[in-house]
């Protein structure tokens, strides 16, 4: 496996950049199933449901080992900081262009995805979050507005991903208080808190799912709005 690994950073660096992204949100996910499972674990052993508890305790052993075997994973796959900022610029820049004549590429933007969607290739109209809708013209507004939805209903809780170790990259935080701290700066209203903002768009949802797991707020109550799908042109 570590040779395929790294053949396709070596020669295929976006395919070894969009697995990873994929392995992380599946990593994300089965932390957040963990979670109901502690909960679910306490209410059984406060029940005194012993084969309950021990069944449950029994699972979290195997996601343990599966967990651990996903994160061995995503760290070989971790690309060179220099090589993961080209492919980001070359994404965003490709996200940043208007639609010419490409009429075909446009979808219907009333119809809601998830966070469980890959967006490769694809450029957002708009996300929803507390049942209101608000537009945005690519990946990068809709990080930033989401965290600034984020950071007006909590920004004492917002202001702790600062210092949170989940809340990183492999390399460089996501979330810094100075803006040298990070990649493309961008600072949320109203708070001391500037945000990475030169991530894909599989990056930007990653973390989204992240603070919205941090926020207690089901993941799929967040739903997203696409503009346009680039698939045909890859």
């Known amino acids: 496996m570590e040779k395929v690994i790294e053949f396709l950073k070596k020669d295929f660096p976006k395919d070894a ?3 990873q992204e994929c392995l992380e949100l599946l990593f994300q996910s089965i932390a957040g199933s963990v979670e109901s499972i502690r909960s679910a674990y306490s209410t059984a052993f406060d029940k005194r449901d012993f084969v309950s508890a021990n069944k449950m305790q029994e699972v ?12 061995e994973y995503i760290n070989l796959l971790q690309l060179d900081d220099e090589v993961e900022e080209v492919i980001n610029k070359e994404n965003m820049d490709d996200e940043s262009k208007e639609l010419p004549d490409y009429e075909s590429l446009r979808v219907d933007q009333n119809i809601p ?3 469980y969607n890959d967006y490769t290739h694809k450029r957002p109209a708009g996300f929803e979050i507390f049942e209101i809708r608000h537009e945005v013209k690519d990946w ?3 990080f930033v507005k989401t965290c600034e939805v984020l950071a007006e209903k909590d920004p ?6 600062v210092n949170d170790k989940s809340m990183r990259g492999k390399k460089l935080p996501y979330f810094c208080t100075e803006s040298t ?3 493309s700066p961008k600072k949320i209203k109203d708070t001391n808190v500037y945000v ?8 930007i949802r990653n973390v989204v799912e992240k603070m919205l ?13 696409l503009k346009a799908d680039y698939t045909a042109r890859h």
């Not at 797991?213 to 709005?225: G, L, M």
């Open 213 to 225: 797991r941090k926020y207690e707020i089901k993941v799929n109550d967040y739903k997203i709005f």
């Open 60 to 71: 979290v052993i195997h996601i343990d080992t599966i967990q651990n075997k996903l994160d």
């Open 140 to 142: 990068k507004e809709m």
């Open 113 to 115: 995805y998830t966070l």
């Open 156 to 161: 004492n809780k917002f202001l702790t991903f």
């Open 181 to 183: 701290g990070i990649r």
């Open 196 to 203: 990475m903002t030169n991530m894909s768009a599989n990056q």
């Open 17 to 19: 950049l969009d697995i």
